[in-house]
């Protein structure tokens, strides 16, 4: 089916955001609808995995994927614009340029963007890591770094997923025989806050066992062009800041159309449906579930997919079905000194189950640009696979590597 046969029929869909709930939103709805995919970026980068282009393990263009023909693939429009409004009661969608995309439903899938708790210097002096080009930025600035005779030092501020990995991959860097003396930072009690309390032990163990200096229960009050203050009166020397804490609304989706002024993310029911109107659903970070959930990509792709769905029973004046998030396991990789999988209460660690984690990323990528197309599907999850085999997973599978990762296997219980 052609995009020209899409853009011929009624009722209107726009779905805005085309990361992982968008484009699982737009691959559910059929031609039997206008679709239009508004995106202020030309491409979906693959977010768990950028915090590998640190170490050079992984490269820019491998973990993005252009929104152009990949939606042109699902049979629908896409328009790359900056939105800055979502105008409730005109049922439309308006871009900074004016233009006025009307719906009869909308997906709103525009994710978050980092929060920097209105901290002092952090804008001016903190590297931050949400997208390829910050990855890159700060690839680079570990590059310059690590030229250096002396050891750089390097703090790292929030202690979740992002900079549990972001530490993994400074560290992985010390087989080029580059050394930083690195301090994580974490506000609450310990890392990993939202995960089992064994796993941020054994990540907080890990860390130390590297001589990485983690600080938690204390908080950020100020970033210098050297330093970094925290609310206990230590001023740690920073060569390098990189800001991974907090995640906030994007700036145009903080409207009371759709909120409460104090409401932090955009209220849905079990439908997904908005507060603020039936023709409008929430997919991804942005919504604000009755029981809340970690905003993590699969969480938001499985919320796409059902939003998707609900659009087309909504329009075609069919019950809707409720979100019930998927116990899916989370992986954690912490560069090649190991890898956690956590399911529940219970997990494991072990070097070998990056693996696990690559074959995510692979298949998932691969499925996200091909989703209907089985040939497309497995030649672009065979090229991505070379590239990931050489970059990751051959350097760990020697003997030496092998052995090394079965002795540092463990499980774990909560």
């Not at 899409?6 to 484009?23: E, T």
């Not at 768990?48 to 042109?72: Q, T, Y």
């Not at 204390?218 to 230590?234: C, H, K, Q």
């Not at 989370?330 to 956590?342: C, K, R, Y």
């Amino acid at each position: 089916m052609s995009s020209s046969q899409c853009r011929s029929r009624k009722p209107r869909v726009v779905i805005v955001g085309a990361n992982f709930a968008g484009l699982r939103a737009a691959a559910q709805l059929s031609c039997r609808y206008r679709v239009t995919v508004l995106d202020a970026m030309a491409e979906f980068e693959w977010t768990p995995n950028i915090h590998e282009i640190l170490s050079g393990v992984k490269r820019a263009d491998g973990v993005k994927l252009p929104f152009g023909p990949a939606i042109a693939r699902y049979g629908h429009e896409f328009v790359q614009a900056r939105i800055v409004r979502i105008d409730v009661a005109g049922q439309s969608v308006v871009t900074e340029d004016d233009q006025r995309f009307h719906f009869d439903a909308c997906v709103v899938a525009a994710g978050s963007q980092g929060a920097n708790f209105g901290v002092p210097g952090v804008e001016e002096h903190a590297m931050k890591l949400r997208r390829v080009a910050d990855a890159e930025r700060i690839g680079a600035a570990l590059d310059r770094l690590g030229r250096r005779k002396r050891p750089a030092k390097v703090v790292v501020v929030g202690g979740g997923i992002t900079g549990v990995e972001t530490v993994g991959e400074i560290l992985r860097r010390r087989h080029c025989g580059e050394r930083f003396e690195v301090h994580l930072l974490e506000q609450e009690t310990r890392l990993l806050s939202q995960q089992p309390e064994r796993v941020g032990r054994d990540a907080a163990e890990r860390c130390k066992a590297f001589g990485v200096d983690v600080i938690t229960g204390v908080a950020v009050e100020s970033v210098s062009a050297r330093s970094v203050s925290l609310d206990d009166g230590r001023r740690l020397s920073s060569d390098l800041c990189i800001w991974t804490a907090g995640l906030s609304l994007p700036g145009f989706l903080r409207d009371a159309e759709l909120k409460a002024a104090d409401e932090p993310w955009l209220p849905v029911r079990d439908t997904l449906q908005s507060a603020a109107s039936d023709a409008l659903f929430v997919a991804g970070d942005s919504a604000a579930l009755a029981a809340p959930i970690a905003k993590q990509a699969y969480h938001a792709m499985d919320m796409g997919e059902l939003a998707g769905g609900n659009v087309d029973r909504f329009l075609r004046g069919r019950p809707l079905k409720d979100f019930r998030p998927s116990r899916t396991p989370t992986l954690i990789a912490f560069g090649d000194i190991t890898t956690w999988l956590v399911a529940g209460n219970a997990a494991a660690a072990s070097p070998l189950l990056a693996a696990g984690k690559e074959a995510v990323y692979l298949a998932t990528m691969a499925q996200l640009d091909s989703p209907w197309r089985p040939v497309g599907y497995t030649a672009r999850l065979a090229s991505r696979a070379s590239r990931a085999t050489f970059g990751l997973l051959l350097p760990q599978l020697n003997l030496e590597s092998i052995v090394a990762g079965a002795k540092g296997s463990r499980i774990m219980l909560g």
